[in-house]
C-alpha cells in the first residue's frame, strides 16, 4: 500500500552532520592554525550534530523508508523494530506514525496498531495522510473481527471520487478477501491504473485475474512480481491454482513452497496454516499422477 512517494525524506538535516565532518578534514589538508583547535573539538561537534540528527524529522523518515523497503522483501518483524524505534523519537512526522500503525497490523499486532491508529485519528492531515489512515482502519477492522465486510462497510462513504490510491487499493484487496471477484477486479485495476509499479497493488490484481479466468494477464503480471519486485505469498499461492488446473503439480508444489520461505503477515488471503495444507494436497495429487 505505501510507495516510494508515501514516506519521504528530508536530507538537508543531514546538512549540519556532513559539515562538521568535512570542515576539520579541509582544515587539515590545508595545514592552517585552526586546524589543531577543530580537532580539539571534534568530538563535541559530532555529538552535537549527532543530536540534532536524532531529533529531526529527517531521521524517523529514514528509519521508515528502510522498514517500507524491508516490506517489499517480506521482512515485516524487522520493518516493525525499525518503525518502532522511529516513533519513539522527538518530532516523528504524523506520516511516520500512520505508517508503524500500518506495520504493526501486518505483524498481527491488533491491539497495537489500533492503539497507534487512535492517537493520531484527530490530528491535522493531509487528503493522502487520511486516505492512508482511513485504509489502514479499514484492514484492521477486517483482520480484527475475520470479516472483510466490516472493513467495506466502514470504506462505504469513503469510496469517492478521486479516492487516493490507498482506498482503491484497500476495497480491491478486501474484496478479494470476500470472494467478490468481479468487484475486486474493478478496485484492482483502478488502483493499477494509479500506481502499475506497486507491488502489493500487482499482486492485488494477479488475485483477480486468477479468479476471473484471465490465466494469460494473470502470468504476465506475475512475472513482473517474480522478476522484478518479489512475489506475495499470496500472488504465489493464487498461481500455484492456476498450475494445478493445468495439471502442473510439480510448479505448484514449487510455488508453495516459495510462499511457506516468505515471512506472511496478518493481511494474508491465504495463511500458513492454509499454505501447508495445500502442499500435502498438492503432494498427493503428484503421487496419484
Not at 491504473?193 to 502499475?196: A, D, G, K, L, V
Given at each position: 500500500?505505501y ?5 519521504y525524506?528530508n ?7 556532513i559539515?562538521?565532518?568535512l570542515?576539520?578534514?579541509l ?7 585552526m586546524?589543531y583547535?577543530f ?16 531529533s529531526?524529522?529527517?531521521?524517523p523518515r529514514?528509519?521508515?523508508i528502510?522498514?517500507?523497503?524491508d ?11 525499525k518503525?518502532?524505534?522511529a ?9 511516520v ?7 504493526l ?5 491488533i ?8 492517537k493520531?485519528?484527530?490530528?491535522e492531515?493531509?487528503y493522502s495522510?487520511?486516505?492512508k489512515?482511513e485504509a489502514?482502519?479499514?484492514?484492521l477492522?477486517?483482520?480484527?473481527s475475520?470479516?472483510p ?8 462513504d469513503k469510496d469517492?471520487?478521486?479516492a487516493?490510491?490507498?482506498i482503491?487499493?484497500?476495497?480491491g484487496?478486501l ?15 483502478s488502483?493499477y491504473?494509479?500506481?502499475?509499479a ?7 490484481l494477479?488475485i483477480s ?11 504476465i503480471?506475475f512475472?513482473t512480481?517474480?522478476?522484478d ?5 499470496d500472488?504465489?499461492y ?5 498450475k494445478e488446473?493445468?495439471?502442473?503439480y510439480k510448479?505448484?508444489v514449487?510455488f ?7 515471512e506472511t503477515?496478518?493481511?494474508?488471503i491465504?495463511?500458513?496454516s ?5 502442499l500435502?494436497?498438492?503432494n498427493?495429487?503428484?503421487?496419484e499422477?
Open positions: 500500500m510507495g516510494k512517494k508515501a514516506i525524506f536530507y538537508k538535516s543531514f546538512g549540519g552532520f559539515a562538521f565532518i570542515v576539520p578534514a582544515l587539515v589538508l590545508s595545514g592552517g592554525s586546524a583547535m580537532l580539539a573539538w571534534q568530538p563535541i561537534f559530532i555529538g552535537i550534530s549527532a543530536a540534532i540528527l536524532l529531526s524529522p529527517g531521521f529514514l528509519l521508515a528502510n522498514a517500507n523497503a516490506l517489499k522483501e517480506n521482512k515485516y518483524k524487522k520493518a516493525l523494530k518503525t518502532g524505534r516513533v519513539k523519537l522527538p518530532f516523528a512526522p504524523l506520516n506514525k500512520t505508517f508503524h500503525a500500518y506495520v497490523l501486518l505483524n498481527g499486532k491491539p497495537e496498531a489500533k492503539d497507534a491508529l487512535t493520531v485519528k484527530d490530528k492531515m493531509s495522510e487520511k486516505s489512515w489502514i482502519n479499514a484492514q477492522l477486517w483482520v480484527e475475520d470479516n465486510d466490516e472493513g467495506l462497510k466502514y470504506l462505504e469517492r471520487k478521486g487516493d490510491e490507498a482503491a487499493y484497500t476495497k484487496k474484496l478479494n478477501a470476500s470472494d467478490a471477484t468481479a468487484a475486486a477486479r474493478k478496485y484492482n485495476e488502483s491504473e494509479m500506481h502499475n506497486n507491488r502489493d497493488i500487482l499482486s492485488n494477479v485475474y486468477c479468479r476471473t479466468g484471465q490465466t494469460r494477464d494473470a502470468k503480471l512475472r512480481l517474480y522478476n519486485l518479489g512475489c506475495t505469498s500472488s504465489l493464487f498461481m500455484a491454482n492456476i488446473t493445468e495439471n502442473k510448479d505448484a514449487e508453495i513452497k516459495a510462499a511457506l520461505e516468505i503477515s496478518a493481511t494474508d491465504a495463511n500458513r492454509q499454505l501447508e495444507k495445500y500435502e494436497e498438492l498427493r495429487g503428484i503421487y499422477i
